[in-house]
């Protein structure tokens, strides 16, 4: 025979009270959980976001200290190409070899080499350059004073060309010489002289 449950009222309310808060926390479980794995992905990708941009900005800061030094060395690059140019020409050369010496008052009587000779008249003979070569021009000057003379040596140490005087003869006396010199001016690359 069946029995008959006594169930009062409050138990069967709080019981449906218990079984609709389990089924609403297993709904909830289920609306909760792929929200919470969104947010966690979303939070990963932003984790992302942050590293490259940590890596982009390192790397543009790299080249713009990379491109300030490019910058510098082109810049060096062209005052050692203005000493030693690539190709020469050898009417730049005697320009300012002829300029050094008008701003220390200096008349410069010839400039030879071996393979070229240019007197102040401009008369010059072609030569040929292998790379990295140097050409000694032996220079005379006539009616020298000292200080014409230092103004000279300091005038070529300053010069956009790469001067280097190798050898210096005075002959004469009473500050007013004779000067030969022989200075070496350099040029890379090959080529004929022009």
């Given at each position: 025979m069946a029995k008959k449950l006594n169930i009062d009222k409050n138990s069967?309310?709080?019981?449906?009270?218990?079984?609709?808060?389990?089924?609403?926390?297993v709904l909830g479980a289920f609306?909760?959980?792929?929200?919470l794995q969104d947010n966690k992905k979303q939070q990963i990708i932003l984790d992302n976001r942050k590293k490259v941009e940590k890596t982009l900005e390192s790397k543009k800061e790299s080249l713009e200290k990379l491109s300030e030094?490019?910058?510098d060395l082109k810049e060096k690059s062209e005052?050692?190409?203005?000493?030693?140019?690539?190709?020469?020409?050898r009417k730049s050369i005697v320009f300012q070899l002829y300029?050094?010496?008008?701003?220390?008052?200096?008349?410069l009587d010839s400039i030879n080499t071996d393979a070229?000779?240019?007197?102040?008249?401009g008369i010059e003979?072609?030569?040929?350059?292998s790379s990295s070569r140097e050409v000694d021009l032996s220079i005379s000057m006539k009616e020298v004073t000292y200080k014409s003379l230092i103004q000279f040596v300091d005038y070529s140490k300053k010069a956009?060309?790469?001067?280097?005087?190798?050898?210096?003869?005075?002959?004469?006396?009473?500050?007013?010489?004779?000067?030969?010199?022989?200075?070496?001016?350099?040029?890379?690359g090959e080529g004929e002289v022009e």
């Open positions: 069967y309310v709080y019981g449906l009270l218990i079984i609709s808060l389990i089924i609403v926390i609306v909760i959980r792929p929200v030094e490019s910058d005052k050692i190409n203005m000493a030693i140019p690539d190709t020469e020409d300029s050094i010496a008008a701003l220390s008052s200096i008349k070229i000779a240019i007197d102040p008249n003979v072609p030569i040929s350059l956009l060309r790469l001067f280097n005087i190798k050898k210096i003869s005075i002959t004469g006396a009473d500050n007013n010489f004779d000067v030969s010199m022989v200075v070496s001016v350099y040029t890379s």
